[in-house]
């Protein structure tokens, strides 16, 4: 299995860049349609412990996370260390995966407010054809998984065509349009209110953090929601 999709209970939810600012020290193979890219498969953190399981086996999450992370700030940022974040904050759930929760705490980290959404026409696209990357999670066929995936959307062109790295599937790059992308199961999303040049969104404020660097201490605001989670790789 590769990744950790939060399937809810509520009736309200399914079943189930330019170049950017913070290249940091990456590799030039880290590189992919104007932002960082990150595989959960790449040696350099594939065995590295994601909770009970591996960021190889389930860590699509905080990967994802990482590459957005390190597109539109000034750090540089890899999966192990948002791996251990989320495992220190209560992001991981133990045999199931990445909590819904985590992208919003994981981004306070480094000054990013992350919107969530499940309305992709007339929030999320927009969004991301303002180079504002996103999170998006989904169960069904790629770019996702029949167990549920999470990929980090890049931005998206004027015709609707969003761009993907994909941390867990070596055929890259992938574009694909927003109609495809609810066709493959898109269940969830998650917005940065930062650019892939560093800049806020008109109207954002900058998210109140005292520190860039990861912590291990676990807050009192790590306690899991209440949902269920899965991560069995279809």
Not at 103 to 121: C, L
Not at 209 to 220: D, P, Q, V
């Amino acid at each position: 299995n590769i990744g950790g999709v939060q399937n809810s209970k509520s009736d309200k939810q399914v079943n189930h860049k330019g170049i950017g600012v913070g290249f940091g020290n990456v590799k030039d193979s880290d590189k992919q349609n104007g932002a960082v890219y990150f595989q959960q498969f790449d040696e350099r953190w594939a065995s590295h412990p994601y909770g009970s399981s591996t960021v190889q086996r389930s860590g699509c999450g905080p990967t994802s996370m990482a590459m957005l992370i390190d597109s539109v700030t000034n750090n540089s940022v890899t999966p192990d260390e948002t791996a251990d974040w989320s495992t220190n904050n209560g992001g991981y759930i133990s045999g199931a995966g990445t909590s819904w929760d985590y992208f919003a705490k994981q981004g306070k980290v480094y000054g990013i407010n992350m919107e969530e959404t499940t309305d992709y026409d007339g929030t999320l696209l927009p969004a991301l054809q303002d180079n504002r990357p996103a999170i998006l999670s989904g169960q069904g066929s790629r770019p996702f998984s029949s167990g549920g995936h999470l990929v980090f959307a890049v931005n998206a062109d004027k015709d609707g065509n969003v761009r993907i790295n994909n941390p867990g599937y070596r055929d890259q790059p992938l574009t694909v349009s927003m109609t495809d992308l609810k066709n493959a199961g898109m269940m969830h999303a998650w917005i940065s209110d930062k650019k892939l040049d560093g800049s806020k969104a008109s109207g954002s404020s900058d998210s109140n953090s005292s520190s860039h660097i990861l912590s291990s201490n676990k807050s009192a605001e790590s306690k899991p929601s209440l949902y269920e989670f899965f991560s069995t790789l279809g």
